[in-house]
């Protein structure tokens, strides 16, 4: 497959990136992007995680007029002329702290004010002085404090001309608080003494405080869970744009080394990076050599060696050289900013699916408060009197408060959260579950998802008559002292058999190999080449022993023991137990897989071999995975991938369903919509069948509460109901969604 990197790395001439505040849920970055797409020739999307709009426009508007359009739609709007304000998350934080102190306080204060409210309006005669003032006292930090947030999104949406489920949970939590107060102070009358519960109930003064306040609380929870959630959602950006250095180390003419903030970096610039450090940004090396671990950007498990012209990548680490890079690229031209995009644009997209209670807020609002205001007129026509009249329209906002429905997700979200972590999954969103729906197409990366993700030996081949035993410890000897990945497996190799001699007159030989003495004796390992320059003849059974090992896609190296080559060693990522069952059973669900890695064709046939997967896309860098699952999705498909890499994370966010390595690097793990802690890959197929499950246990709480919404509207308009049984039923509803969502704690795996 060809990729023109171009398009990633350049962005769009005439795009800008809005920074919107104000926005809560996925409601909200709907509304703002219907009103900036309503724009001549405007193309936006918005991300709800980051706050961020991505706008492409006509030359014939700026910036100015597109933040203007956003502050008309009711939110803040400014231009991002910098980076992304993405690692900044206290604004986040902030809103998930107040959320939770206002939750933490209703909490409190609304059982004593349930327990007194029904007794005070069913049982008059437990009436002490003061009782109006204990109950207005309880109620008041409840209604007003706590629920702010409610009454605010409710008016800045009236102000604007739109309704949504805030609207109706600010009209019915002020109406029944108002009409409490009515009742408390200035409606004082001996009430008759009235015999039997229900006709207690029935009867009872119109005191609905405890209605008001439960409201408050089942909705303040729901909105808690979805701030935790959002909180979550910017992970994979800020992981990524944690990964770029914020310093480094520039040379000037004379060559002395000054330190400076990335951001003054300019093109053309020569630049230090020591060992360990990382890649400040993409470049070429002038002077120097180096192994580098790429696998960030390319997924490729064996570091590479660069020198003198090679092209290197920002966000990569110099393992073990110094190098000096001159920089090809700065800011948002890099690689690594490119990357972020990726994710950025992946997110925005996946933001726009609003939860169906956003979705049928914008038709059953208008007509709940249409139905109360009705159920007030047509009982005051008939003569039934203000209490009434009052009591029937209050009970219609009231049986009609959507908290079940705002309880439907989150509920089975936090239940199956629980019950995915005791099999090794977290769910991290409703999105994952609404794409697990209809996945019929597995992408899995090799290195550290199919694979274990750090080399290991796998082969030892000796000439005739040498101890293997013995060459295997030498060798060992030798590599101890190098930093190399394959000398660190070959160590680790011979470790496991015993000590390892000691290893004296060490030399490393960047890019090519090592030379020492072991117990004495010159010993030298290496590539061809290595030997070619020592002058150290190489036996064909031992050159077709490595050909072959390259065949498999493995790294395989020469040893030498006193001027005589003896071995060929070869080292590769095995792949990880319970693979090939995990992908056996997702054929079984029906599932179609395929590999699709940055890693040479070789290696990555062979794993999929092993590992039962027929189609392999091999050699892809990170926009090259993007595209593989966008190509896959325009042919119909719905794609979930599984990886674990930096270089995954925009595969992760672009695929319907993201599924991460848990052990795996922080942009993946931000990336995907789950996270698999267990070490098998059994928990893929697991998480599929949970996703499933709660999605269903969601459907079915969406039906009960809306269609109990639905059921009880008209039987509150025929004044079946007073605003106390309203709020009872309402409670019973939600206790019926908080049940059914209990009842996933019994899922399990098929295994």
Not at 453 to 469: F, L, N, P, Q
Request: charged share 20%; hydrophobic share 50%.
């Amino acid at each position: 497959m060809t990729v023109q990197n171009s398009t990633l790395l350049v962005p769009p001439a005439e795009r800008v990136r809005l920074a919107v505040t104000g926005m809560s849920c996925a409601s909200c970055s709907a509304r703002v992007e219907r009103a900036l797409n309503r724009l001549d020739g405007v193309t936006a999307a918005v991300n709800v995680a980051t706050g961020v709009a991505t706008v492409d426009v006509p030359p014939a508007l700026d910036a100015k007029q597109l933040c203007d359009t956003v502050i008309a739609a009711g939110f803040g709007a400014s231009e991002i002329t910098g980076a992304t304000p993405i690692l900044d998350t206290e604004p986040e934080d902030r809103a998930a702290a107040d959320l939770f102190r206002r939750l933490l306080v209703a909490l409190l204060l609304f059982f004593p004010l349930a327990d007194l409210s029904i007794m005070f309006a069913v049982e008059p005669s437990t009436r002490i002085t003061g009782w109006q003032w204990i109950l207005l006292g309880l109620a008041a930090p409840i209604v007003g404090w706590a629920a702010a947030p409610l009454h605010r999104r409710a008016l800045a949406g009236l102000r604007h001309g739109v309704t949504s489920m805030d609207t109706l949970v600010s009209l019915g939590i002020t109406s029944a608080t108002l009409w409490s107060i009515v009742t408390l102070l200035f409606r004082d009358r001996d009430p008759a003494p009235v015999h039997g519960v229900w006709n207690a109930i029935l009867h009872a003064d119109s005191i609905y405080l405890e209605v008001a306040g439960g409201v408050t609380v089942f909705v303040l929870a729901g909105r808690y869970f979805e701030a935790k959630a959002k909180r979550r959602a910017g992970g994979a950006l800020r992981a990524l744009a944690a990964l770029g250095a914020k310093d480094v180390t520039v040379l000037t003419r004379d060559d002395r080394e000054i330190t400076v903030p990335i951001q003054e970096l300019t093109e053309g610039a020569r630049f230090l990076t020591r060992p360990g450090e990382t890649i400040a940004t993409d470049g070429l090396v002038v002077s120097g050599s180096s192994s580098v671990d790429a696998s960030a950007m390319t997924g490729e498990s064996t570091p590479i060696e660069v020198g003198p012209g090679s092209a290197v990548t920002g966000g990569t680490v110099s393992l073990t050289g110094r190098l000096v890079v001159e920089a090809g690229a700065v800011g948002a031209q890099t690689r690594l900013a490119g990357m972020i995009r990726l994710v950025e644009e992946a997110q925005a997209g996946k933001a726009g699916l609003q939860r169906l209670a956003d979705r049928i807020s914008g038709v059953f609002v208008p007509i709940v408060l249409v139905l109360a205001a009705a159920t007030f007129t047509g009982w005051m026509v008939s003569g039934a009197g203000l209490d009434a009249a009052i009591g029937a329209g209050l009970a219609v906002l009231v049986i009609a408060c959507p908290c079940a429905l705002g309880l439907a997700t989150p509920t089975a979200l936090m239940v199956a959260s629980g019950r995915g972590a005791q099999l090794g999954v977290f769910i991290k969103g409703h999105d994952a579950l609404e794409a697990s729906r209809t996945v019929d197409t597995v992408v899995f990366d090799k290195t550290g998802t199919l694979t274990e993700g750090a080399m290991t030996v796998v082969a030892v081949h000796t000439v005739e008559g040498e101890d293997r035993a013995e060459i295997i410890g030498l060798a060992a000897g030798l590599e101890a002292a190098s930093e190399h990945a394959v000398a660190a497996a070959i160590t680790a190799h011979g470790r496991a058999a015993g000590p390892l001699p000691e290893v004296t007159d060490f030399v490393a030989l960047p890019g090519l190999g090592a030379r020492g003495l072991v117990e004495g004796r010159t010993a030298l390992i290496g590539r061809a080449a290595l030997f070619a320059d020592a002058g150290v003849p190489i036996p064909s059974a031992l050159a077709r022993q490595l050909e072959r090992e390259q065949r498999f896609g493995r790294t395989a190296v020469y040893f030498a023991v006193d001027g005589r080559a003896v071995a060929v060693l070869a080292v590769a990522d095995t792949a990880r137990p319970g693979a090939a069952d995990a992908v056996a059973r997702l054929h079984r669900l029906g599932l179609r897989t395929l590999l699709v890695t940055g890693d040479n064709a070789f290696a990555a046939q062979a794993i999929a071999d092993e590992v039962g997967i027929s189609e392999v896309i091999a050699e892809v860098l990170p926009e090259g995975k993007v595209e593989v699952v966008r190509s896959l999705r325009a042919q119909g498909h719905r794609v979930a991938m599984v990886g674990d890499g930096i270089n995954d994370g925009p595969a992760l966010a672009t695929a319907d369903l993201g599924l991460a390595i848990g052990r795996g690097t922080d942009v993946a793990i931000g990336a995907a919509d789950m996270i698999l802690v267990r070490e098998d890959l059994a928990a893929v197929p697991d998480a599929i069948e949970l996703a499933h499950a709660t999605l269903r246990t969601i459907r079915g709480n969406m039906m009960w509460a809306f269609g109990y919404n639905v059921a009880a509207v008209p039987v509150a308009m025929a004044g079946l109901l007073n605003p106390l049984l309203a709020g009872g039923a309402m409670a019973f509803s939600s206790l019926f969604v908080v049940w059914n969502s209990l009842r996933l704690r019994n899922f399990r795996g098929r295994g």
